[in-house]
């Protein structure tokens, strides 16, 4: 899950990115409305959240100019309580409102529910070979064998998983699963593609994690795959 939080409380900003990386998404951070709906016009993301009360610009507008174009999920985060302020929001077109302090863990899941009924098409599991992949219960198996991945792991296979067939660059890899200060200079997609792909394929056949050598990686089930996996 790719979400931008607007928030400019720092410390707020900062318990929020390290949770929501520790579960496996994929972070960008803005600290005032003008910057914050830059990034939400600019870049695709699963949910946005959004404080009310920014500098530059407050949230309700930007709101107003993002539902101009897009219809992203978005959850309001401030610490207004007043029941006007709530149906504002609403009628502005917030999908949801949280008002602080508030529980990260229920945070979560309303970024979790607001991410499934944005996807609401989309089948919650996948299936490629024999490699099950439950994005719901967060977990993978080949054939009857659990898969043990990390949280960063389980975001990548996902990213691949979900686009089964379509080569993916590096830059559009770290995109998806990284964030928009990524460094694209580091190895870092290189060394996650390896670990993934000695868990995930390794010890398995068929192979199903390829490098594309010059354009990037495929996840697919190849006619007549064998062992071999270009590294």
Known sequence: MKILIVEDELRTAD??????????????????GIDGQHLALTHEYDVIVLDVMLPGQDGFSVLRA???????????LTARDRVEDRIKGLHEGADDYLVKPFSF??????????????RKQEPMQLRIADLQIDLLARKAF??????????????????LAR???????????AELVWDMNFDSNTNVVEV??????DKIDAPFSP??????????????LREGAGEGAAP
Not at 15 to 32: F, I, P, R, W
Not at 208 to 220: N, Q
């Open 105 to 118: 863990l229920e945070l979560l899941a309303r970024l979790q529910a607001l991410n499934r009924r944005g």
């Open 207 to 220: 192979k199903l994690l390829h490098t594309i050598r010059g354009m990037g990686y495929v996840m697919e």
């Open 163 to 173: 686009r089964q067939g379509e080569i993916l660059s590096k830059t559009a890899i």
């Open 15 to 32: 318990y929020l990115s390290k949770g929501l990386t520790e579960q496996g998404c994929a972070v960008d951070m803005a600290h005032n």
């Open 142 to 159: 080949r054939g009857s064998t659990r898969i043990d991945l990390t949280a960063k792991e389980f975001a990548l296979l996902a990213v």
């Open 192 to 197: 996650a593609i390896k670990r993934l792909r």
């Open 66 to 76: 993002l539902r101009a174009v897009k219809q992203t999920p978005v959850i309001m």
